[in-house]
């Protein structure tokens, strides 16, 4: 070995040793507004505009009529909105179900918090679906006793609030708060009777504190989401027209 | 341990003998930085928020998130861009396209690495691996066992960079999928319990893989007020051990700062998460000094 060798080796070890060496000394922490002080990137502000631009063209594309504004707040126990939303996830959902097991769902209970936005007089849209209905819950069927079913008329009593129903149930409440009616189709709630309930699968797992939904014969999973409902329900309207009704009212005396 | 140090210790000197005087100047000029930008549950937010929204009007925005990653880039070439899960769901941009956006940007951006959040599942264990070939970055998750599902070889359990010449393991960390993400939704996915995964995974990077940094990217939560035993980002950096910092989400907690924890030996953990949507950058700048003492408790931090 030269000089030169082992310069070059002492070098090296000198390199490496100095990476081995490095010690964490200092750690600097902060956050970072992103803000309209920060400039737009115009690279990825071009890249999303087309994807943009499709998105809104399509949420914005008209699919109905409102002929008035509706809203979660305009009735104690049953709403406009509401009455439309559990009507739809049963026009909707009961094709579906009905072609997959050849049954017809009974009836529909979803949740007055489930409305997210109020419906506003003029042109429906996709985005008006998304803005009623953001989250991703999806439609599920769940096989019900008779007995449960007149646990749910219970817990709607005792909550008062207009959780939405759909049209084939009606509950009267007397004047101090109980039921004092409750038919699905025309017809008395039959204790031993099996019933096909449609709700969504936030309540389903007992969501609002419902807890009726368990134990339960059978679950049908749609795969339909409750915003999907609403859209496929707008395009076949050309002009909503929600009523406020008698299916869950309270009796004055 | 003390042989190796012996021996860098004696190459040192005679390295110091060979080339005299030379050798102080260099090491001075060797300090190194390396810069960690982190986002969290950034839930399809790839638009700023509008003028009109009540709470983060004009916030936020990827195109704008880029600039200031680049300028930040261009100031420290050694600049990791992690993300801690919950890329997906939130605004239609997801309902349309499914993530392919999502993972188009984050590319562009040059994200290096993220962990798989449970939103990322709501279009399915399926949908996220249909999104795979537009995520030039990868993902990495410990705890999550994905063996018998489509995801299977495609998640790493950490991934090691090497930053001018500093060696930095990252492990990823998921929540507890049951009741929190339909089982139709991540089918097979295995979830393990992320103590004990962390614990083996600081080992294997610390000890087995001598890396300089240990950093968790995490979605398992900053803490849970009302049950505090559960196991969240807080309990993690109390009970592990050679993990210097925890990047977390799915809590959305927006810290103005980063937490300084102490681990099960007594030194210092940072924990930090930016909240959510892309209203903010986390930055941690690690600073490195050769042949310096640290403290007993570890490195200085400046928060």
Redesign the interface.
Known sequence: MTIKH??KL??L??I?????????????????????N????????D??KP??E??NK??DSVISYAPDTYSKSDGELNTAIGNLMADAVYDEGNIVFNKRTGKNIDFVLLNHGGIRAIISKGNITPRTA?EVMPF?NSVVVVALKGEQVLQMMTYLSKAKRAHPVSRQLQLTLNKNGDVSSATVNGEPINKEKAYYVASN?YLYNGGDRMTFFHPNDSLY?LDYKIRNVLIDYFKKKDTLNPKRDNRFIQLNN | MKRRQFIQQSTAATALVGLGGLGLQSFSATAKKITILHTNDVHSHIDPFGPDDGRNANKGGVARRATLVDSIRKENPNTLLLDAGDIFQGTPYFNYYGGELEFKLMSMLKYDLATIGNHDFDNGIDGLYAQLPHADFEFVSANYDFSNTVMDTHVKPYKIFVKDGIKIGIFGLGIQLEGLVDKNMYKETVYNSPIEIAQDMSRILKEEQSCDLVICLSHIGYNYKKYPDRVSDLNLARATKDIDLIIGGHTHTFLPKPTIEKNSAGKNVLVNQVGAYGLYLGKIDFYFEPGKDVKADGASIIV
């Not at chain 1, 400039?39 to 990825?44: D, L, P």
């Open positions: 082992i310069l002492c070098l070890l000198l490496f040793s100095c990476n081995n060496d490095s010690h964490l000394t200092k750690i600097e922490g902060k956050r970072l507004d992103i803000d309209e920060i400039a737009t990137n115009q690279t990825i502000e890249f999303i994807y943009r499709s998105v399509n949420l998304y991703e699968d999973v």
